[in-house]
């Protein structure tokens, strides 16, 4: 019976969203404890090894958002353990992190990314304008919850979008903002569910416009026509799959005025409180919240054995 093994939900972290970590892991932790499973809490710092042996864990369900959690680095530490852990495993966690080599993937498989050049802070020719028009988009190649993250409308503002950003990573892309709605996708187990439009009242969904209640307001299912959700369907398990990407995962796409998806990244550990996006387009393709954790939890066995 899986419900006779130890699970061990990692949570916290040392990224900087270990915040929204401990929140995404205490909903799984008390949803896995509801279902009957014999799950014990993780605060995964330097010495998870350690607490991994000490609580006998058989299977780990990862709740890790950023940094060593979601870039492989914990992954690859469970492949030498033995130990199985839910989602993806370490090449496509490792590739979804890093934007630059995410958006390398997708371009030899030919699902649609905004225009993009990468800039490089060793780099000691003046950094290059791209050939496409404003506004641009700068945001560093390593990180996530929008941090460190610039729209350019005005060549003037260049420079400073770039400090930001080189600020956070020493690779920066620099790409193309694409107007229209932004449609978050949701994959389960290699299953797309469906997408939720994203409307935020600031600039753009930025730190505040993600954590502050009430700033930004979620359509499900998105308000686009259905030849364009099926278009950025289609777009958003392309990158799912180019990933060799596993359990659950959120696209994020823009969609532009002639209903053409573009992928912006993918995120393989996506926010798992019981509000958190990906929750609530499972809950519109007939998952509530506890059947959403043990498809995770069954999907993590399935590929351990
Ligand atoms: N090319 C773009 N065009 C328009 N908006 C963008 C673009 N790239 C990023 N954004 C905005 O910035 C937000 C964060 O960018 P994203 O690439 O998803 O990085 P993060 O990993 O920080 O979430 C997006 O949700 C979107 O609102
Ligand atoms: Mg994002």
């Known amino acids: 019976m899986l419900t006779d093994k130890r699970v061990g939900v990692l949570m916290g972290g040392t990224s900087a969203e270990r915040e929204i970590s401990l929140k995404s892991g205490a909903a799984i932790y008390s949803a896995l404890k509801g279902?009957?499973?014999?799950?014990?809490?993780?605060?995964?710092g330097p010495d998870v090894c350690i607490a991994l042996s000490r609580e006998k864990i058989e299977i780990a369900f990862l709740a890790l958002h950023g940094g060593h959690g979601e870039n492989g680095s914990v992954q690859g530490m469970l492949e030498v353990l033995g130990i199985p852990y839910t989602g993806s495993g370490v090449?496509?966690?490792?590739?979804?992190?890093?934007?630059?080599?995410?958006?390398?993937?997708?371009?030899?498989?030919?699902?649609?990314?905004?225009?993009?050049?990468i800039l490089n802070r060793q780099s000691s020719s003046p950094s290059p304008f791209p050939?496409?028009?404003l506004p641009w988009v700068v945001k560093p190649a390593t990180e996530g919850s929008s941090v460190g993250v610039s729209i350019v409308r005005d060549k003037a503002k260049f420079e400073e979008a770039l400090e930001k950003a080189f600020s956070y990573?020493?690779?920066?892309?620099l790409e193309k903002y694409i107007g229209g709605k932004e449609v978050h996708i949701g994959i389960l187990n290699d299953r797309v569910l469906g997408g939720v439009e994203v409307r935020p009242s600031l600039?753009?969904?930025?730190?505040?416009?993600k954590y502050t209640p009430g700033l930004t307001e979620y359509i499900l299912p998105p308000e686009i026509?259905?030849?364009?959700?099926?278009?950025?369907?289609?777009?958003?398990?392309?990158?799912?799959?180019?990933?060799?990407?596993?359990?659950?995962?959120?696209?994020?796409l823009r969609i532009d005025t002639e209903d053409n998806p573009y992928v912006l990244e993918v995120n393989t550990i996506p926010g798992m409180t019981e509000t958190s996006l990906l929750p609530k387009i499972a809950s519109l393709?007939?998952?509530?919240?506890?059947?959403?954790?043990?498809?995770?939890?069954?999907?993590?066995?399935?590929?351990?054995?």
């Open 203 to 209: 600039e753009f969904y930025n730190y505040k416009a």
């Open 169 to 173: 990573s020493s690779r920066v892309i």
């Open 131 to 133: 050939s496409f028009n």
């Open 285 to 305: 393709a007939g998952f509530d919240f506890p059947s959403l954790i043990e498809e995770i939890i069954r999907g993590a066995v399935n590929e351990g054995q």
């Open 35 to 44: 279902l009957g499973y014999n799950a014990v809490d993780i605060d995964a």
């Open 91 to 117: 090449l496509a966690s490792a590739l979804a992190m890093d934007k630059e080599a995410s958006k390398k993937v997708f371009v030899y498989h030919n699902i649609p990314v905004p225009p993009f050049i």
């Open 225 to 252: 026509n259905k030849g364009a959700y099926e278009k950025a369907k289609e777009a958003a398990f392309s990158a799912h799959v180019a990933l060799g990407c596993k359990g659950a995962t959120r696209m994020d």
